[in-house]
C-alpha cells in the first residue's frame, strides 16, 4: 500500500553543524506535509508544515524542501542545538477530503554530539 | 500557549480490562484525534472525530475501541476488553479545522497491558 518512510533511522551531527532529514512519499493525492518532533516521552510538537503548491518553506533554523516530481521531503536543521536531539517524523495529508488523518512516517532519530 | 491535555500519563491495566484514557483538547477545536504509537515504531492513526460522531476510523480501531465526547471539554477513548498488543502510547490530538491541518498532540497516555 501506500506509505510514508524516512530513509534513515538514526543521524547524528555534530553541534552546530546543519542536518537534513529526509523522507519519501508515495501518495501521489497528499496535498499537506508536516514535520514533528518527539522528544523521549512527550508527544509529537509541531514543527513546520508545507502544502504542495510550495516547494520550500522557512521557519526559524528549520527548512522544509518539497519535490513533488520525485515524491520527496526534506527538513534542515540550521545550526543545530543540543536540544534538537530528538526522533523527527514527517506526516503527509491531504486536505481535500479523503483521509481525514495524517499518514507518519517511521521517524528519524536525530542525535546532537557535542 | 494552549495544549491538549491528557490523563493519566500511565496506566496499567490487566488484560481483559476495560480502560477510559482521557483528552481535553485545545478549546476552540472541532476536530479530535486519537493515534496510538506501539515501543519503537511509527505514530498510528486510530479514530477522527467531529460534530459529535467518528469522521474516520483506521483497522486498528475495531469493536473493542470507543470514542466519546461527553461534554464540552472532554475526549475520551475506551478499550473494552484490552490484550497484551493494546499496550503503546495513545496520543490524543485536535485541530481548529479541517482546512487548517496542524495537528496539536497531547503528551500522552503509556498503556500497559498486563
Known amino acids: 500500500g501506500e506509505s510514508v518512510g524516512l530513509h534513515l533511522p538514526t543521524l547524528s551531527v555534530q553541534e552546530g553543524d546543519n542536518s537534513i532529514i529526509n523522507c519519501a512519499y508515495s501518495?501521489?493525492?497528499?496535498?499537506?506535509f508536516i514535520w514533528y518532533k518527539q522528544e523521549s516521552g512527550k508527544g509529537p510538537q509541531f514543527i513546520i508544515d508545507?502544502?504542495?503548491?510550495?516547494d520550500k518553506r522557512q521557519g526559524q533554523r528549520v527548512t522544509v524542501l518539497l519535490n513533488k516530481t520525485v515524491k520527496h521531503l526534506s527538513l534542515q536543521i540550521a545550526a543545530t542545538q543540543p536540544g534538537d536531539s530528538a526522533v523527527y517524523f514527517c506526516a503527509e495529508g491531504s486536505s481535500g477530503g479523503g483521509a481525514d488523518g495524517l499518514t507518519f512516517g517511521k521517524g528519524t532519530h536525530l542525535i546532537i554530539q557535542p | 500557549e494552549p495544549e491538549v491535555t491528557q490523563t493519566p500519563s500511565h496506566q496499567v491495566t490487566q488484560m481483559g480490562q476495560e480502560v477510559i484514557l482521557r483528552c481535553v483538547p485545545i478549546?476552540?477545536?472541532?476536530?479530535f484525534y486519537w493515534y496510538r504509537q506501539i515501543l519503537g515504531q511509527k505514530v498510528e492513526f486510530l479514530v477522527s472525530?467531529?460534530?459529535?460522531?467518528?469522521?474516520?476510523k483506521s483497522e486498528i480501531f475495531d469493536d473493542q475501541f470507543s470514542v466519546e465526547r461527553p461534554d464540552g471539554s472532554n475526549f475520551t477513548l475506551k478499550i473494552r476488553s484490552t490484550k497484551l498488543e493494546d499496550s503503546a502510547m495513545y496520543f490524543c490530538?485536535?485541530?481548529?479545522?479541517?482546512?487548517?491541518?496542524?495537528?496539536?498532540f497531547g503528551s500522552g497516555t503509556q498503556l500497559s497491558v498486563l
Open positions: 501518495n501521489s493525492a497528499s496535498d499537506y
Open positions: 472525530f467531529y460534530n459529535n460522531e467518528i469522521s474516520e
Open positions: 478549546s476552540n477545536h472541532l476536530y
Open positions: 508545507i502544502r504542495s503548491n510550495m
Open positions: 490530538a485536535s485541530r481548529r479545522t479541517r482546512v487548517d491541518e496542524k495537528l496539536f
